[in-house]
């Protein structure tokens, strides 16, 4: 198993751009999540998923959207970006809702 | 609501000493609580869990963690810290909130290990 694989490692976006960052998981977990880590802060919740279909907003859900089409995808938009989107990302699986996550290995984004 | 408190952004041991970072949580229904390691440009593993069958959890690398419910505690410990030991270490809670399992994390220790 590959496990939770992000794509890209890292990019830079000019304000205002749009993006999609790519979270695949090939554990056939239902649960799925959207990070962002800024240094001091510890993670929080942008989205979250139960299930293909089924999204929901978290903490932090302004300036992205999310679908979960398959169980297996679940990828994040930023439409219009702002320098306070300057973070890194982690996507998150879990199979149930008292087992742990299973973290990617984020994404660097830089907005400038 | 529930919350997670990790007291220290950072922490220095001497390589061999005893490890002990320190959590603190909230929540109004019985919890899971996770210690996760981050090393650097990584994302986050699992350390150990709780998950009420037992209140001293043991988890990878010597590290374990005692579940005191009066103390509303986590700590995370190892006896004998290694050079390896060196990362940020988060600990978060789970409990059912709204109809799905909502996860906390604390804002991490860094720990450092001095040779």
């Known amino acids: 198993n590959a496990g939770v694989t992000q794509t890209p490692k890292f990019r830079i976006l000019k304000i205002g751009q749009s993006m999609t960052l790519q979270c695949t998981q090939d554990?056939?977990?239902?649960?799925m999540y959207w990070y962002r880590q800024d240094p001091g802060m510890g993670l929080k919740l942008i989205y979250y998923s139960v299930g293909a279909g089924i999204t929901d907003k978290g903490e932090v859900p302004n300036g992205y959207n999310v679908s979960r089409s398959t169980t297996e995808d679940f990828p994040l938009r930023l439409e219009l970006a702002a320098p306070s989107q300057t973070s890194v990302y982690f996507c998150?699986?879990?199979?149930?809702?008292?087992?742990?996550?299973?973290f990617g290995p984020g994404t660097r984004l830089t907005v400038t | 609501a529930q919350s997670v408190t990790q007291l220290g952004s950072h922490v220095s041991v001497s390589e061999g000493a005893l490890v002990l970072l320190r959590c603190n949580y909230s929540s109004s229904v019985p919890p899971y609580l996770f210690w996760y390691v981050q090393y650097p440009n990584q994302g986050l593993q699992l350390l150990l869990k709780?998950?009420?069958?037992?209140?001293l959890v043991k988890g990878i690398n010597g590290f374990e963690a005692e579940f005191k419910k009066s103390e509303t505690s986590f700590h995370l410990t190892k006896p004998s810290a290694h050079m390896s030991d060196a990362a940020e270490y988060f600990c978060?809670?789970?409990?059912?909130?709204?109809?799905?399992?909502?996860?906390?994390f604390g804002t991490g220790t860094k720990l450092q290990v001095i040779p």
């Open positions: 978060a809670v789970s409990a059912s909130s709204g109809g799905y399992q909502k996860v906390t």
């Open positions: 709780y998950t009420s069958a037992a209140t």
């Open positions: 998150a699986s879990t199979k149930g809702t008292t087992n742990e996550q299973y």
């Open positions: 554990m056939n977990h239902n649960y």
